[in-house]
């Protein structure tokens, strides 16, 4: 990894780690978030991971959380289409990437 994507890494996990625990606070079925990113073709790989107790707590609460990643990373310089940012039950995230 590039000393600039080691940067990029560390402002990308403070700025979600932030959110994360914003989120703990006002979602009470959210559990905690992730990111996947391959930095050979950033910022087009980076997906963010929202993870909830299950998938109807998910959908309530995901046009919110998913809005608030997609700002906080903006106002990083980070462009991050919604389409990237997933919300999720913690169990469909774990068979998902299972074998990963």
Do not use: G
């Amino acid at each position: 990894m590039k000393k600039s994507d080691k940067k990029r890494e560390q402002l990308i996990v403070s700025t979600l780690h932030a959110l994360c625990e914003n989120a703990l606070d006002s979602h009470a079925q959210f559990r905690w978030l992730t990111h996947h990113v391959d930095y050979r073709h950033f910022p087009a790989s980076l997906e963010v991971y929202l993870i909830f107790d299950d998938e109807q707590s998910a959908a309530m609460a995901s046009a919110d959380l998913r809005q608030q990643v997609q700002n906080a990373l903006s106002a990083q310089s980070i462009n991050l289409p919604l389409s990237r940012v997933y919300a999720m039950a913690e169990d469909a995230y774990r068979a998902r990437f299972r074998a990963h």
